[in-house]
């Protein structure tokens, strides 16, 4: 894949020109027949035919590895598994702009898979993750093997111009930084998210009783998990943005893992509905999902936009995976995110906080601290939300 993804600006200027600053490095370079897709999200599958292309080829599994680790690779190893191809990491061969961004990222690519609960589905939660040299021993067999019969493959795929040109329109507009607000939450490296009635959504992800009880489908697996510490935050936000007016949207997930439960969807069942101290009040949206982000698979998108929505602020459960997919996708969408740190939590105290380092130090740092919640967002605390918030009040 090539990016002309460059943070908060898309480039498409620069594609099919022979820019070499654009084009694959020479020692890395594709060779005729290969694959070569042109991408504008962080992640390679959302915006190009690689789906198709692998799909025509009779591909079911991944080897990952380019740059950045914590950001396009996390990004296309959350949209693959999306897609159900299982994905295994080759972990020294991924880099990324700082070596603790890398290793954070390999570690939240790896742990869940391999934890109870999800350590039976190779590769689809987020990945295994390999070295090179144990790559090169698996595959050295296969060199000897017959060559498989030549495909000739074509995929027609027309790209969607108008959405890249909707896209593009965004950032151009992003680029003129963020508008003014009616209020503003303090973040982290002194930092402000502008918050404005008009333009201003609280999501809140996944807050269901499968995931938040000892009981749940899910939570069964992880009894003595921190997974209910964002409870009472996303409580407090939801009460304050309510009082602000602020549009609400909620998302429900019936991906469990690498099975859909597409049975549970407006069925009532108890353990899928949001947990009542959570629930959704009549108008609010409400989305159902079978992505780990919640823009994938729902109109989460055109509902927000048809009321004016530009920014987020988001919360909910589990950090390291929807939480962390939805602000992928957001951004990916020039949607400006807060994410609330503590009224969000994973089951594990570490996953959560490897996350929220992930979605908030890459935007502070010298070449993205200018794109307020575009890479991948802000990040808050509940009292400061209240506080941006109070001056919106009805």
Known sequence: SRSHRYGASVRDDLVGTGDVGYELHPECAALPGEIVVDKWTFGAFASTPLEEE???RGVERILLCGVLTNVCIFATA??????F???CLVEDACAAFDQEWHDMAIRLISEPQVKKGHNGQIGLYFGEVARVADVESSLAPLASLPKLPKKDVVVKFEPDMKRRLEMSAFA???ADGAKPGDGSVACRGDRAFPVARSDTALVIIDMQTDFLTKE???????QDSPVCSGMAGVKRCLAAARAAGLTIAHSRSHRYGASVRDDLVGTGDVGYELHPECAALPGEIVVDKWTFGAFASTPLEEELRALGVERILLCGVLTNVCIFATASQAVDRFFRVCLVEDACAAFDQEWHDMAIRLISEPQVKKGHNGQIGLYFGEV???EDVEVGLAPLKK
């Open 54 to 56: 692998l799909r025509a």
């Open 78 to 83: 959350s949209q693959a598994v999306d897609r």
């Open 85 to 87: 191809f299982r994905v």
């Open 172 to 174: 151009k507009a992003c």
């Open 216 to 222: 749940g489908r899910v939570g069964q697996h992880y």
């Open 380 to 382: 808050a605390k509940v």
